[in-house]
């Protein structure tokens, strides 16, 4: 199985757009998709209880944000939503590498492969150097090892 298999190509811009325009709701979705795409199509599965967890926390870390905004002249509600804020955060990064490293051994790549998704770039974009780097195994067949 690699990742020709189980992903589709998709735009990096409209990727990044939504993500941005959804204030991160689009990233919680992309993530889902990889997920689920990964789920249906290899043995590499990622918990369907800790996707919900993370989803959970990230709504319940969202909306504490936006009101502790729309309330921002009481601080104490910014400190309180902190707490669930950096929760959130570490499931949300779990997540993240529970996903690149699941499409690196489906991409079979190692550090320094063309399609070897890096800790550091995975860390700041996320599911927008991810779909990058899909695509990019999608769009040159030479960049796949052969089955």
């Keep these: 199985m690699d990742i020709k298999n189980v992903f589709k190509a998709d735009s990096v811009v409209k990727t990044l757009l939504l993500c941005v325009l959804t204030i991160g709701v689009y990233f919680i979705y992309k993530l889902y998709q990889f997920s689920t795409q990964i789920n249906n199509n290899t043995q590499l599965e990622i918990s369907s ?10 709504t319940m870390s969202l909306s504490s944000l936006i009101y502790a905004i729309i309330n921002l002249h009481d601080p104490l509600i910014l400190k309180g939503s902190i707490g669930i804020h950096v929760i959130s955060t570490i499931f949300d990064m779990v997540w ?3 996903v690149r490293n699941r499409i690196n051994c489906l991409s079979a790549s190692n550090k320094g492969d063309r399609l070897w998704l890096d800790p550091i770039f ?3 974009f996320h599911v927008i ?8 195994g999608l769009s040159n067949p030479s960049n796949l090892i052969p089955d």
């Design 129 to 136: 150097y991810m779909q990058h780097t899909i695509n990019q």
């Design 49 to 58: 209880t800790f996707m919900a967890i993370t989803i959970a926390l990230f």
């Design 122 to 124: 995975t860390s700041f």
């Design 96 to 98: 993240i590498f529970m």
